[in-house]
């Protein structure tokens, strides 16, 4: 999958040394995973009564967060929404889908990262 683009909590880490376009996350990013919805499998900005993910987690798992090309460009309803690439959880315990490494991998990663960089998930 391509990267297309990343984000960040401003309010625990500095926005990443990288050439893959950054966005700061705020209060009230979402992702919309509601396939019947116009805004399905996109970051929008709640309230939204549709099902979506708030980006800006409790826990530290988006705390820098890479946004892969998957049902994107390309967009089909009901064609898999948020695969993202995040960090680990401590043991590495199973994401929802998604791909996580620990915060000094993705600081390696991001400093050869670019928009289209591919990432192939073995």
Known sequence: ???????????RIARPATRLPMLALKPGMLWCDAPNHPAYNSMVTGPLSASHETLMRDDHLYDVCLVMDWNIQCRKRG???????????????????????SLPDMRRLLSIARYGTVVKVL
Do not use: W
């Open 1 to 11: 999958m391509r990267l297309l683009y990343g984000f960040y909590r401003v309010d």
């Open 79 to 101: 064609g898999g929404s948020a695969i993202f690439l995040h960090l680990a959880r401590p043991g590495y315990s199973p994401t929802e889908g998604c791909v996580a490494v």
